[in-house]
Structure formats: structure tokens, C-alpha cells
């Protein structure tokens, strides 16, 4: 065949050839799932109603109706070290750095958005490194690590009425709070979302991250959401962690043969409260803000459904770790604590229990007694590596990939998985360079096999160093240490397939399996230490 009559042909093929070219990248992006992050805080593993709680969450109840419950996944012990760990695949020893990302260390929103993803994050932030020395000069803003837009606090708490150094990407916006009288945080993350959501074009996939502040103190709720829950705790913490722990067996979310851990020193039983008045107003105002949150919640799924997006994207919804046994001390100051409401009078910081929490003026914690109930049946809290401080819910629902819908998954997994997991879910291969050098590797791996109902095996390790606690686990066998006890510290040993409250140590009957446990941890902890550098 003649020379320019092949040419001719090609030519005229090549129209062709470009469209199913554009077609098939266009058949692509259409295929990659929209991702959805919602991160609670400073919540319990028992709390929601579809592990357990008696706080009404009906739309997570939902997502996980429709998706995947997992038993055996773990945070870190506290807010920014979690929020490191997940959006970075990399344990925060070493992915934080200056109190921020570590500039080594490629985030999720940075890998997705360098792929065709529209980034989105309402809520807290808390990596922002030192944001308030020299007036903010030095603060990471969300946008410097991979978000194209940005709602919320740099740091890790506020009053929900008034969020002092409140942002829409740079720009201070406290004017939207103190000129709204009816304005609550929770409900402003929600619009602010779905606002982003409804800018983004249908064939452009995002990624919209959702960390509440909501149930970390302080205890702040409208009235007429408190009230909903009046009397509703009126039994206790003692009945209520049992009750709790029936509930959690039906629902599957524990071994049917678990029994509660031991009442924590700290707490009274109940019979003993003198302030019982007090003491139900903080739960049922912490109960306030987690459903308040599940509406909110529910209110963006309801976005994504209407607009015939909900299909195809790819949620996780989680807590960062355990609930807070701390009590609010009155003379405790900080960024987040305003020194007067916004109509001009002075705030009343404190568990102050000749004043019910909830409104403006105060400042609160739900305690010891509250938080041993949040973290049924588990042992100790927040700053702990004991299963109370770890042992997280967490909910993953895609209705596209989702096949196993409302099912539990024991998967041993935790915060440094849902990186890889995203980003193979979408297609999308990390590069191997960050901050202009090679990008440190993942701690993490992903479970999507597990989304998808295949069998998995568990990871070799999982490695905790944080505050109070440290701890290595493999397998079923976990080594935790709890620094309360400084000089006197020792390493403890549990089976959590036979103990998972954490009660009976085998330390000193397995001195061998602790030896060999400390030294890889020590290991490990020298190797993430070494990594960051």
C-alpha cells in the first residue's frame, strides 16, 4: 500500500483514536470514588448507638447498616498525634515534626489533589505547628499540606459558641460567630461542607475531611438539644457500663464471653454521688454533642445522596482516641479559652458543680466517671495505651465496593492504614518524592481487601509511643506500659484473646515473650525516631 495512502487513513483515524483516548480517561476519573473522612473526638468505643451507646446516633447507625462495623482498629492515645498518623501513613513519631507534618512525609490531600481530587477540610486542624508565636507567623495552614479549602480552628479545642481564631483558609472570620447569636460549630462544619460540596463539578471526584471538635471539652450544647436527653443517665455509670456491655454483645462489636473491667479507682460508684444533679447534666450535655453531630453528619450524607454522588464515595468515619478522663481545673488557661462570652461577660472556666454545663459562660469536662463508661469495657482513657486510650470505632461504607453490608470485621488495623486503603481504593500512586525528598514510607497498609470482603491477614506490629503509655502489639499479644507509675513503671503483658479489659497480667509468667517484645519495641521506637531525622 502506498506510502501516503497509509498516512491518509491515519489521518482520518486519528479524531477517533483522541476521543476514545478522552473517553477512557474520562471513564476513569468517573470510576474513582469521592472520598469522605469524618473524624470524631474524644469519644469512647461504646458511645455510638451501633456499638453499644444509648446516644442517639441514627445516621452513623445507618452508614453502618450499609457498610462495615470494625472491632479491632486502633487510634493513637491523643488528637494531633492521631490526625498525623492517618493523614500520612506514618506512625507520628516520626510524621510529626515541629508540631507539624513532617515536610518528608506526603499527606493524603497532597496525593489526591496532585491526581484530579478537590480538597476539603472543616473542622479542627491542631497541625499547625507553633500558629501562635510571633501573631501566627509560623503557623501550617491546612492549604501548605495539600487542602484546597479550609474552615475551622488551627488548634485542638474552642468553645463551640465562639471558636476564637476562627478561619476560612487564611482569613479570620470571627465576625461570622460573634454577629450570629444562634451559631454553634458542629452545625457551621456542616454547612461549610456541604457549600464546598455543592462548588464542586459532578465529574470531579473529591476528598472532604470532616474532624469535629464535638465531644471534646468543652461541655457546650444548646439548650433544647440537652434537654432531649433529660434524665436519661439518671441509672449511672455503674448500670449504664453494664447495660452497655449486653448491648455491645447483641450488636457483636465484643466477644460474647468479655466481662467489664474493674470500675476505675478514680470513680465512685454511683450510689455514693452527692452531685448526682450535676454529674447527669455532663453526660446528657456530652450526649448533646454527639447527636448533634450525627445530624450534621447526616446532613452531608444526605447532600451526597440527593445529588447522586453518595454510590460512589468511599467513607470512614472514626474517633481519635478514647474518652477524656480529664477534669476541667478552673485556673487552667489556654489559646482556646476565651476570657468573656460574646455579649461581654466573664467566663467561668472549671467543674464547678454549683453550675450546669452546657451554655456559653462555662467551661467543662464529662470526667472520670463519664469516660469509664464512653470506654466500655475497656481500662483506662485518653493519654493511655491501654485499650481505653486506643480501641476505637471506626465505620467504613462505599455502597459501590461494599459488598458485606452490615457487617463487623476483625481486621487488626489502625489510623496509618486508611492512607494506603484510599489510595488504592482510587487508583492513585503515591509519588516518591515529598518536601523535596524522597518521601518517607508508609507504616501503614491497606485494608481494602477487608472493605471488599476478602480474608486478610493482620500486620506483623502495631507500634504506640504517646504521653502516658507505650505499647506493641502482634497478634493477639500486647505489651503496654503506663508511665503513671514512673520509677515503678513496669512493662505489662496481656492475651487480649482471652483478656481484652487488660486485667490479668502474664508479665512475670512470660518473662521471655516480654524480652523479646520490649526489644522490638525499643526497636521500632529508635527506627521511627531515626526515620525522622
Not at 13 to 25: D, E, H, N, Q
Not at 40 to 59: F, H, K, N, V, W
Not at 197 to 215: C, G, N, Q, R
Not at 368 to 385: C, E, H, I, M, V
Request: positive net charge.
Amino acid at each position: 500500500m502506498p506510502k501516503s495512502l497509509t498516512d491518509a487513513r491515519m489521518i482520518r483515524l486519528l479524531p477517533f483514536f483522541f476521543l476514545s483516548v478522552i473517553a477512557f480517561i474520562d471513564g476513569s476519573a468517573a470510576q474513582r470514588p469521592n472520598i469522605l473522612i469524618i473524624m470524631a473526638d474524644d469519644m469512647g468505643y461504646s458511645d455510638l448507638g451501633c456499638y453499644g451507646g444509648e446516644i442517639r446516633t441514627p445516621r452513623l447507625d445507618s452508614l453502618a447498616k450499609g457498610g462495615i462495623r470494625f472491632t479491632n482498629f486502633y487510634s493513637e492515645n491523643m488528637c494531633w498525634v492521631s490526625r498525623a498518623s492517618m493523614l500520612t501513613g506514618v506512625y507520628h513519631r516520626t510524621s510529626i515534626k515541629n508540631n507539624a507534618l513532617h515536610p518528608r512525609c506526603l499527606t493524603l490531600p497532597e496525593a489526591l489533589r496532585s491526581n484530579g481530587y478537590q480538597t476539603g477540610m472543616m473542622g479542627k486542624w491542631h497541625l499547625a505547628g507553633k500558629y501562635t508565636k510571633d501573631g501566627g507567623a509560623h503557623a501550617v495552614f491546612p492549604d501548605q499540606r495539600g487542602f484546597d479549602h479550609f474552615y475551622g480552628i488551627l488548634g485542638g479545642a474552642s468553645s463551640f459558641f465562639a471558636p476564637f481564631g476562627l478561619k476560612r483558609n487564611r482569613s479570620s472570620i470571627d465576625h461570622e460567630f460573634i454577629n450570629d447569636r444562634e451559631y454553634y460549630f458542629t452545625h457551621a462544619i456542616g454547612r461549610e461542607a456541604v457549600s464546598f460540596l455543592k462548588k464542586i463539578p459532578k465529574d470531579e471526584p473529591f476528598f472532604l475531611y470532616l474532624p469535629f471538635t464535638a465531644a471534646h471539652w468543652p461541655l457546650h450544647a444548646p439548650d433544647e438539644a440537652i434537654e432531649a436527653y433529660k434524665g436519661k443517665f439518671s441509672a449511672g455509670w455503674d448500670v449504664l457500663r453494664k447495660k452497655r456491655l449486653e448491648r455491645m454483645k447483641e450488636l457483636q462489636v465484643i466477644d460474647p464471653e468479655v466481662v467489664l473491667s474493674p470500675r476505675h479507682p478514680n470513680v465512685p460508684a454511683w450510689q455514693d454521688v452527692t452531685n448526682k444533679a450535676w454529674q447527669e447534666r455532663r453526660m446528657e450535655v456530652y450526649a448533646a454533642q454527639v447527636t448533634l453531630m450525627d445530624k450534621v453528619i447526616g446532613e452531608v450524607i444526605d447532600h451526597l445522596r440527593k445529588s447522586d454522588q453518595l454510590e460512589n464515595t468511599l467513607t470512614f468515619f472514626t474517633i481519635d482516641n478514647g474518652g477524656c478522663h480529664v477534669e476541667y481545673g478552673a485556673n487552667r488557661k489556654g489559646d482556646y479559652l476565651p476570657e468573656k462570652t460574646r455579649d461581654g461577660r466573664t467566663m467561668r472556666p472549671g467543674n464547678l458543680t454549683d453550675l450546669m454545663p452546657g451554655p456559653e459562660i462555662t467551661y467543662q469536662s464529662y470526667g472520670y466517671g463519664w469516660a469509664n463508661l464512653s470506654n466500655t469495657p475497656f481500662r483506662l482513657f485518653k493519654q493511655y495505651d491501654h485499650e481505653g486510650g486506643i480501641h476505637t470505632p471506626m465505620i467504613a461504607h462505599w455502597p459501590k465496593g461494599i459488598r458485606n453490608s452490615g457487617s463487623v470485621c476483625g481486621t487488626l488495623s489502625h489510623l496509618v492504614d486508611l492512607m494506603p486503603t484510599i489510595l488504592e481504593a482510587s487508583k492513585v500512586k503515591p509519588t516518591e518524592q515529598s518536601g523535596g525528598a524522597q518521601r518517607i514510607a508508609w507504616d501503614g497498609r491497606s485494608i481494602l481487601p477487608s472493605l471488599l470482603g476478602k480474608e486478610q491477614s493482620d500486620p506483623k506490629m502495631l507500634f504506640f509511643h504517646h504521653a502516658r503509655g507505650k505499647a506493641i502489639r502482634m497478634g493477639s499479644w500486647k505489651l503496654v506500659f503506663n508511665k503513671d507509675g514512673k520509677k515503678q513503671a513496669e512493662w505489662e503483658l496481656y492475651d487480649l484473646s482471652k483478656d481484652p479489659n487488660e486485667t490479668n497480667d502474664l508479665a512475670k509468667r512470660e518473662p521471655e515473650r516480654v524480652r523479646r517484645m520490649a526489644f522490638l519495641w525499643e526497636k521500632r521506637e529508635s527506627s521511627q525516631s531515626d526515620r525522622a531525622k
